[in-house]
């Protein structure tokens, strides 16, 4: 079992950059896929990025490509989330979710976490 706690969220001018953290307590992290949602009021919740467990593999939602990149430190069981020219429409709950079942496929289904964190609000003004 792995507890997760996000921090990093914020309000912030269109443009700018946050990096939310994802902190895992309990077992090791480095056995779990990671992954980061978002749900934006009135909205389902949406996947945003994941990273494998071996950090060798990531995957991206089309709408953050180029833009976010996610990243994961084991020894300090964290993981990362870097915002880059955040834009109205990335305002959101961020979530962060872990699942240790093995899959030959890094998930970027909600229904295939099964831990998740609390969230933490990301406020982008225009």
């Known amino acids: 079992q792995v507890r997760l706690v996000e921090s990093g969220g914020g309000l912030v001018q269109a443009g700018g950059s946050l990096r939310l953290s994802c902190a895992a307590a309990?077992?090791?992290?480095?056995?779990?896929?990671m992954a980061w949602f978002r749900q934006a009021p009135g909205n389902e919740r949406e996947f945003v990025a994941a990273?494998?467990?071996?950090?060798?593999?990531?995957d991206y939602a089309d709408s953050v490509e180029g833009r976010f990149t996610i990243s994961r430190d084991d020894p300090k069981n964290t993981m990362f989330l870097q915002m880059n020219s955040l834009k109205a429409e990335d305002t959101a709950v961020y979530y962060c979710?872990?699942?240790?079942?093995?899959?030959?496929?890094?998930?970027?289904?909600?229904?295939?976490?099964?831990?998740w964190g609390q969230g933490t609000q990301v406020t982008v003004s225009s």
């Open positions: 979710a872990a699942d240790d079942t093995y899959r030959a496929y890094l998930p970027t289904i909600s229904d295939e976490y099964g831990y």
């Open positions: 990273i494998s467990w071996t950090a060798e593999n990531t």
């Open positions: 309990g077992r090791r992290s480095n056995t779990y896929d």
